[in-house]
């Protein structure tokens, strides 16, 4: 008989006389009950054994982790808490698990404890719930743009353009460490190597993405990205997953547009599509929160944050206007900012976009029109001559979120931006050529996909909302 999954048991109409159930034994009371979960849902079916016909062998084998198949029936719970249970009549242990060894004991374990089980997380309630809100997230993702007719692009992972400009690479080479080849003046002579020429793990698919929006129109990428930043923040990884959309023709309020009503749709359908997952999440954070002073905790609970972030408009700010709120604010005046905000042109840290979200607008805030000299090469210069047409999007809890820009489409423009900062045109011969056949005004964005899945989810560090974490010194499994 073909197993059932416990989401379809649990939510049957009928009782069924004849069912089988596999999956992984979270408990076992009372030498009788054992909660069965198969991470088809949050929510375990409790079986009941009839322990006095069943040997006391198995019985013993019947313990956290072990993997079992059940065949009984569905019948009504006279229990509380559920609907249904199911009646065993045959129980067979498929996998034990040694109850002494086992880590994931049914109690509460630390998150970096969890870390370090990574492999094993995954069979607690709130890794699985975690992981199931981001698999409907990248669903939706596609769902969104596929809906509205963007092709979807697979930039390349290992890319040989290496003004991608948006952090720290990571090489990718054939050469041996030992007698690497060197030119006459010392250096390692990348053309021995594999591709013939020097080669990295992509930081952005951006500049790959636009050349294909100048022929598709709207296009969106979603992959693998790779930053060699030793930044050992609860917001960063080594490998983290990006969604790159963009289009011709839109200018940087279409683009403001579009990834705002994104993100309200992807907020949206994990809500729609994750309700007992996040009703678990929610709980565990308020739970979370009860450890914080008073200050730090969140104002509203995890669903109706989301809700907030569906229901109301993200609070557009020039940069400007941003500058001169932070300099006139209390944390600021008080010297509370580690970094003082004293003048134009300053590089807002994280702590000063914080500022802006969770203690100013109290909700979320696209900033745009930053200086000039604190972007990328390629965003499109402001006719004042000393901002770009650039937005981050910043979330309360996470900071940045989306970083993104109207695309300087004027191939003058563009050159002296580039001889200004040092890139070789023949570096980029083929990104210059999108300006010089058919240029026009295009627009993009970036947005991390775990930044996105830590603010759905209500968790706070980004390890724990990846399956296998690379971050600085860590990259086990
Ligand atoms: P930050 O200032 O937070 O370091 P950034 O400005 O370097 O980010 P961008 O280059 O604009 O980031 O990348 C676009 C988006 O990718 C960011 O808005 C963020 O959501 C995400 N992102 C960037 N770096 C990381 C990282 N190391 N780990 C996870 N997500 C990241
Ligand atoms: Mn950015």
Redesign the pocket.
């Known amino acids: 008989m073909r197993h059932t999954k416990v989401k379809d048991l649990l939510n049957s109409t009928t009782t069924l006389p004849e069912i089988n159930a596999k999956g992984w034994v979270r408990t076992f009371r009372n030498n009788q009950f054992i909660a069965l979960n198969d991470g088809s849902t949050i929510n375990n079916i409790q079986c009941v054994v009839d322990f006095e016909n069943t040997p006391d062998e198995t019985l013993k084998r019947i313990t956290t982790g072990a993997a079992i198949s059940v065949t009984g029936s569905l019948v009504e719970s006279k229990g509380a808490g559920q609907k249904y249970e199911i009646q065993v009549n045959k129980l067979e242990i498929l996998g034990d698990s040694d109850a002494e060894k086992f880590p994931m004991q049914p109690k509460k374990h630390s998150l970096e404890f969890l870390r370090e089980n990574a492999h094993l997380r995954v069979r607690t309630n709130a890794f699985g719930a975690i992981m199931r809100v981001r698999s409907v997230l990248s669903f939706a993702v596609h769902s969104y743009f596929q809906q509205k007719g963007f092709v979807y692009v697979n930039t390349p992972i290992i890319t040989g353009s290496d003004a991608e400009g ?2 720290e690479m990571f090489k990718v080479t054939a050469l041996p460490f030992d007698n690497t080849p060197r030119t006459e003046d010392g250096k390692v002579n990348y053309k021995e190597d594999f591709f013939g020429k020097e080669t990295n793990l992509t ?2 698919g951006q500049l790959e993405g636009e050349t294909f929006a100048m022929a598709l129109g709207q296009i969106y990428t979603f992959g693998p ?1 790779f ?1 060699a ?1 030793n ?1 050992n ?1 609860s ?6 997953w ?1 969604i ?1 959309p963009e289009v011709a023709f839109n200018d940087l309020n279409d683009n403001m547009d579009l990834a705002e009503d994104f993100i309200k749709y992807v907020v949206k359908y994990a809500v729609d599509h994750c309700g007992d997952d996040l009703k678990f999440l929610e709980g565990r954070l308020t739970e979370e929160e009860k450890s914080k002073p008073q200050a730090e905790r969140s104002e509203m609970p995890l669903l109706e944050k989301l809700g907030f972030v569906m229901d109301n408009n993200f609070k557009r700010v020039s940069y400007t206007e941003a500058i001169d709120i932070l300099r006139d604010s209390t944390p600021n005046k008080k010297k509370k900012f580690q970094y003082i905000i004293n003048e134009w042109g300053a590089d807002l840290q ?1 702590e000063h976009e914080r500022y802006l979200v969770e203690k100013h607008f109290k909700c979320p805030v696209i900033l745009f029109d930053y200086p000039a000299n604190i972007k ?1 090469f390629y965003m499109r210069l402001n006719e004042d001559g000393k901002t770009v047409r650039a937005m ?2 910043l979330f309360p809890g ?7 820009s109207q695309r300087e489409e004027r191939f003058d423009v563009l050159v002296e931006k580039m001889k200004a900062l040092g890139i070789e045109e023949e570096d980029l011969w083929w990104y210059l050529d999108t300006r010089r056949f058919g240029s026009a005004v295009h627009s993009g ?8 899945v830590l603010f759905v989810t209500g968790m706070t560090n ?1 390890r724990d909302v990846i399956p296998f974490p690379r971050t600085p010194m860590n990259a086990e499994f």
């Open positions: 948006a952090g930081v952005s990205t930053r930043e930044s923040t917001r960063h990884l080594a490998e983290f990006m790159e994280s990328a981050d999007i996470i900071g940045e979120i989306v970083g993104g964005f970036g947005l991390g996909f775990e930044r996105l980004i």
